[in-house]
């Protein structure tokens, strides 16, 4: 029934990546993607996807991030400092660790992952939703507003 990501590596992956930030590499300022790319180095700004492209962002053991990430599908192993919006998939490995919000169309979190924030599933259909604007209406809807 459930999947172990620990049989999984980051890097073996059926991911292409088009792009690769290397560990000493840092980089300041919004990226804009049309393809695939894996972070091993620093990104210090937001990253984001076209919405028709189906693009994976990965951050590696090594890799951090400060900065909202939205994508396709969203991987991560090393350290996020913002809110994740993955439209279809996002996934936590061994040591991760997240401070900000996550939307997700379906996720995975490996035992030793730690994530602080809102963890929420898209509704069916919906993509790159503000999770503290759908945990707002849950609780407005939940208290009968």
């Known amino acids: 029934m459930f999947e172990k990501l620990r049989d999984k590596p980051i890097a073996a992956s059926q991911e292409r990546f088009d792009t690769i930030i290397g560990k000493t590499t840092q980089i300041f300022g919004r990226l804009v993607l049309h393809d695939s790319v894996r972070i091993d180095g620093k990104v210090i700004g937001n990253i984001e996807t076209t919405k ?16 909202d990430v939205t994508a396709h599908r969203v991987m991560v192993a090393g350290k996020v400092e913002g809110n994740i919006y993955a439209s279809e998939r996002v996934e936590f490995h061994k040591d991760s660790v997240v401070h900000g919000d996550i939307s997700y169309g379906s996720i995975a979190v490996e035992h030793g992952a730690r994530l602080l924030g809102l963890v929420i599933q898209n509704p069916a259909g919906a993509q790159n939703q503000n999770p503290s604007n759908e945990a707002s209406n849950a609780i407005k809807t939940a208290a009968g507003r």
């Open 52 to 67: 028709d492209n189906k693009v994976t962002v990965a951050i590696g053991a090594t890799g951090e991030v400060s900065g």
